[in-house]
């Protein structure tokens, strides 16, 4: 049998901007140093309790799903460092245009949990809204938000605003060419927006190296965006590069790209068997290389009284989940209303038709209580 | 009252509408400096500059991508995709994104996006470049898809689409561009009648149903047939979705029959769907199963063949003998 | 015969066709290790190698422009499109490239392409995940359009697919997969009636079209109105592009009474060509305009709003009562 | 008035490899020149006449526009060298997948003037039998033919052949993303396939600057393409990069690309007016580039016989210019049964019908002389 079109061994991980190591020690880092040099061991605490607090986020997600109350979840355990590290770093009036998978962002910007849920469950085609807290709905088709962030980031330059616009996807959607577009007209505008690529080494049940013989971050570089490449599992490298970024990109020198090395240590989605397509060992590997355990570790070299800490991030965690599930037992139904609402934004003599019609059709079966199939 | 070109009419209707508001921005590959390859756009990156006016790179995709992100951010961009058959590689952020947006975001997020296309064929172009891609948007929930059929509706309908805060798939008639015709500026906007169809010629034996190009073909159509002793009703759909089929079925009550006419292909396009409606509609009331005289279901042929695959005045009229039930070997003894 | 689920019949239908033809090539997101996130492809790579059942970079555009040029090279490409909502980024390839070239090359380049898209919604998923996008490529000249309805057509009706020398457009019912059924797997290929409709069940009063995942929710109509004295006719269409009008105008100047259901909005979707070109063949024998009975002209719901947008059998039974002219009052009295 | 969206400006033609400079000399050139020790005077003097034949075969194609016979032309001039350097690279085995304004490729493939004609006199959708050339038919639509070339390469190496294929396609293109996706599938199956990019620095009106910030073979070694940047005005540099990238992907190196530099000294197409958007210095300074002039120049200084030179090339060029001629004038219009033949391949109960129904009708034109409208 040929192997012809096997997938080319992996690129490895390269090298990449690191603060903390997975031991929890703390590296010099010439790039990022300067940009979270305000972090003290309070500011970590912080981050460290977002991070146990979108941890627990997933997990009742999870668990929502395993009970039926959602119809499908897609967990982001492993990327904890990659999405509070990043939203952290972004100001109220940066415009947000993410994936499916970044509840942690969302989080960061105070997404009401009902908001949070209501598509997962199928109660709504998405949640919040995107005024309301500057970030875009999930998005669903793969690399298709990164042309709306590159056009938000042109109005911004029209504007003359400070704001940003970032958007998040992953390593399979770099193949997407919307996101090789998006690229290309944010670099021929200068636009001020981030590509944040959240490199989780699995696109399903393709590794990243189906995707890209070399680095992804090299692959911005080519378009002629300002990048950096951070251990996604370090909180403080991406905030560190985020405002880097950020900076870069209000300064009105041209979009930038962050590919963030981290890893999906979870499913892809409810939905989905990982033991089908990937190795125990490397599952392994990459727990020790955890995003909260190594802020952990960090806190206590520091002498911090990590105990305490412990039981802050719980109760912080207990009253997320159960504000959760609070959601889950209030969210009410949609009802018929809702399929022919905001198809468009007024009149349309078809559709307004249409649900007439059905609505009568509907009403048949109450009125006509004795006429029954 | 001016006289002007289609094309000229557009171009007044685009300036009127950027001078009304200023968040209306123009994108499209060539529209500045050269002023679009048909000069839709001529003169207005020098007026408004290369900030409202603006040249893109070379992706349709990236191109309706980001100007749904730029009205996102409050902005009522018009895009010009430079042909017709140059709109597929946007179909997945026109269907998926563009239609979807308000209904995803529960009307949070308005995408007023106008899609300027040059459509249709009969200006002896190359393979790509004389489609009729309306069918595929038509049956798109999300989006609505009109065509002016005249100078004067050129210019109104234009800004009304605009305008509109739903995204408008706006499709030009591009052999019609030349044509020349009286236009009143003060018309417009918000003449409400946007979705409405336009009865252009009054008649009492047939329905004869078009839109874009061939609405002067059938208005042709009608006069050679009323040396026939056959009157027809000729209506402009002007709006593809929604139709105002209040409009049509009165007609068709009236007449008892219809013929429908486009340049696109037969099979699943509009005139299947107007076809069906109006049986549902005014069934009881129609002598003669709807016609349609439509382009082939091939591929948009060679230049040197479009005028068998195009509707011409014979065809339309060979579609009226149909619904008259005269054969032409009858015609042939009365006439 | 075996007792197979809809999926097995179709993984045993790809293993049939690379069996048969080594230039038959899988190619998909997924489709390897994993097996498809169906499993339809489940244990083929294992059995035919990483070279023949080809797991692709996550870019439909790309899937569906690197299987026209390995078709080129004289392979015979068979590709998953994961769900039908991600068809869309590969529009441009598939109706400019795919559908063309046989026409633009005069006939010397065949491309045998087969398309594969789980389609139709009734599982529970979120956007994207639910699309019936048959008509966009219906209306495309070039293409082959066609759905099998059970375990046995998809046997079959895959490998004749495969074996066609023109792109044809699979669309699998992806809430059917469990289904299951007998399967002869002696009947493949070349039954030679790939696009030859299927009366599913006989009858005399009303003629109802389906295909794919409504067929079985016609069928059941079918049973529950022989209860109220009405004798349908179903017909599987099985080929959406060509349509065998012929046994379906048989069948409706026999029942003088069509309707036609499909999950895909109705505004110029497929029933409408069915109901216009029924018209056109058999008006005099209509007792009824043909009914359609559709999705709404709406994105598609929310998995808790679905079973609203898809007909099911009482929906269905209502489109019979309309063209028996019955009215929902009458049938309390008569029944 | 802001100039916000202004085109940034032009990266400047920056470094490229060169071998015959514009004026005639020769430099040393490490990377190119084993590629091309073999190309004595006599095979220059060829790859001269080889270059006078289509510019002559475009200034036919302009003229014959001009006169009616065509609908539409889509002039080469100023890119001879790249063409028939890399035409002239490439073996008989290897497949093309050309856009549009490749004349100059099809004539080294022997394409018969009718069939170059053919599309461009709006008689068929294209010309030659791509079966019979090893080259795929024109292509219109920008970028979609490398996705083509792609898969076609990934054919090869199924097959275990020793050949290439190639894709030709302008600075333009490289914003589409199909091209992206091109290289990411050329890339991800190592597949024998060169990207052959003529940079004329247009796309119809707008500057390659607008399609990218930085040099378009720095884009294509993001994606891990081999790259090789050239005078595109240089036929030996071109033809030296070509047998390189050649030898690359034969040796299952993976993909190539190559920038040829180069610029379109003639209108878009027929229907363009390039005065509308473009400086006559810049035409100017090019025409200072001509690739026939330096070719010529360095003959001359190698001690050839330019007179005779031009007498041959003059005599090989007219001898096509009336191939041309002939091949217009004798030219067959398609016939009603050619709008619908090849539509499919087999049988289509509708389309049949249809075919049969407008036949039905044009006869009863003819049948019924009397009825006339
Ligand atoms: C256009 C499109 N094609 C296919 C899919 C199906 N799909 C959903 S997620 C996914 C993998 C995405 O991988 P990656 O971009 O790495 O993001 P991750 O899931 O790892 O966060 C695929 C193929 C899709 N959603 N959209
Ligand atoms: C998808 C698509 N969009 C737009 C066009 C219209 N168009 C034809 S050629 C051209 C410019 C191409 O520029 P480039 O790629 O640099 O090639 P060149 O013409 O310079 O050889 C454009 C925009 C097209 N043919 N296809
Ligand atoms: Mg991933
Ligand atoms: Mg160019």
């Given amino acids: 049998m040929s192997n012809t079109f096997d997938v080319p061994a992996p690129a490895g991980t390269g090298e990449y901007l690191q603060i903390i190591g997975p031991d ?5 880092c010439e790039d990022l140093d300067v940009w979270v040099s305000d972090i003290d061991q309070r500011k970590l605490e912080d981050l460290y309790i977002d991070m146990a607090c979108i941890r627990r986020l997933d997990h009742e997600g999870t668990a929502l799903q395993r009970q039926g109350e959602l119809g499908l979840w897609a967990p982001l355990l492993g990327q904890e460092a990659a999405q509070i590290g990043s939203g952290r770093a972004l100001s109220d009036e940066d415009f947000i245009f993410p994936s499916y998978r970044e509840h942690g962002v969302a989080y960061c910007r105070g997404v009401a949990p009902q908001d949070l849920l209501r598509m997962w469950r199928g109660a709504a085609p998405s949640g919040w809204d995107p005024y309301e807290v500057n970030m875009a709905n999930q998005q669903i088709v793969i690399g298709a938000q990164t042309l709306h962030a590159a056009g938000y980031g042109m109005g911004l330059k029209l504007d003359g605003s400070d704001a940003a616009a970032i958007t998040y996807f992953g390593d399979g959607a770099t193949s997407q060419g919307d996101v090789s577009e998006a690229m290309v007209f944010a670099a021929s505008y200068q636009a001020p927006v981030i590509f944040f690529c959240q490199n989780n080494h699995w696109a399903i049940s393709e590794p990243v190296a189906r995707q890209t013989a070399g680095y992804i971050a090299d692959r911005a570089k080519g378009f002629g965006l300002a990048t950096w490449r951070v251990d996604g599992n370090d909180v403080l490298a991406v905030m560190g590069a985020t405002r880097a970024a950020l900076e870069h990109v209000r300064s009105g020198n041209g979009p930038a790209f962050i590919e963030a090395v981290t890893y999906r240590m979870g499913a892809h989605t409810t939905a989905d068997d990982p ?12 727990a020790a290389k955890d995003p909260l355990d190594r802020v952990a570790a960090h806190l206590d070299s520091l002498g911090a009284d990590l105990e305490e800490l412990k039981k802050r991030s719980t109760q912080a965690a207990d009253e997320l989940a159960a504000g959760l599930r609070e959601a889950i037992t209030t969210m009410p139904d949609p009802s018929v209303d809702d399929l022919f609402k905001n198809v468009y934004s007024h009149e349309h003599s078809w559709l307004d038709e249409q649900r007439d019609n059905y609505k009568l059709y509907l009403e048949s079966f109450s009125q006509d209580a004795e006429v029954t199939r | 009252m001016k006289t002007l070109t289609f094309s000229q009419a557009l171009n007044s209707g685009l300036r009127a509408a950027m001078e009304h508001d200023h968040k209306v921005v123009l994108m499209g590959e060539d529209i500045g400096k050269l002023g679009g390859v048909f000069r839709i756009t001529d003169g207005l990156q020098k007026d408004f500059g290369a900030h409202r006016v603006i040249d893109t790179p070379l992706a349709e995709s990236g191109i309706v991508g980001t100007a749904i992100g730029l009205a996102f951010r409050g902005y009522r961009p018009v895009v010009e995709i430079q042909f017709d058959g140059f709109v597929y590689p946007a179909f997945d952020q026109i ?18 996006v106008t899609i ?26 999300g989006l609505r898809v009109v065509a002016p059929a005249t100078p004067q509706d050129a210019y109104w309908m234009l800004q009304e689409a605009i305008e509109d805060d739903d995204p408008v798939i706006f499709l030009e008639p591009k052999r019609r561009y030349h044509q020349r015709g009286e236009v009143d500026t003060e018309v417009a906007p918000r003449t409400g009648s ?6 252009a010629r009054q008649g009492n034996d047939v329905t004869l149903i078009a839109y874009g190009p061939l609405v002067k073909t059938a208005l042709d159509a009608a006069t050679a047939a009323e040396d026939e002793g056959i009157d027809i009703e000729v209506i402009d759909l002007r709006s593809i979705e929604p139709v105002d089929f209040e409009t049509l079925a009165t007609s068709v009550r009236k007449t008892g029959r219809v013929v429908i006419t486009h340049e696109a292909s037969r099979f699943a396009g509009m005139g299947a769907e107007l076809a069906a409606s109006l049986t549902e509609k005014c069934f009881d009331h129609l002598d003669h199963a709807p016609v349609r005289v439509t382009g082939f279901d091939i591929p948009y042929p060679p230049s040197k063949l479009e005028m068998h695959h195009l509707p011409d005045l014979d065809r339309i009229l060979d579609g009226v003998d149909q619904v008259m039930r005269r054969t032409r070997a009858q015609l042939g003894e009365e006439g």
Same sequence: chains 1, 4.
Avoid: C
């Avoid at chain 2, 459509?119 to 798109?140: M, N």
């Fill in chain 1, 24 to 28: 929890g020690a703390r590296h010099p």
């Fill in chain 1, 275 to 286: 033991t089908r397509y990937r190795d125990a060992l490397e599952l392994e590997q990459w």
């Fill in chain 2, 194 to 199: 946007l979705f409405k169809a336009n009865i």
């Fill in chain 2, 95 to 112: 269907v998926s994104q563009l239609a979807k947006m308000h209904f995803r975001s529960r009307g949070k997020v308005k995408l007023p």
């Fill in chain 2, 116 to 141: 300027r296309i040059p459509f249709g064929g009969g200006i002896g172009s190359p393979e790509h470049h004389s489609e009729s891609p309306e069918a595929y948007f038509a049956h798109t929930a």
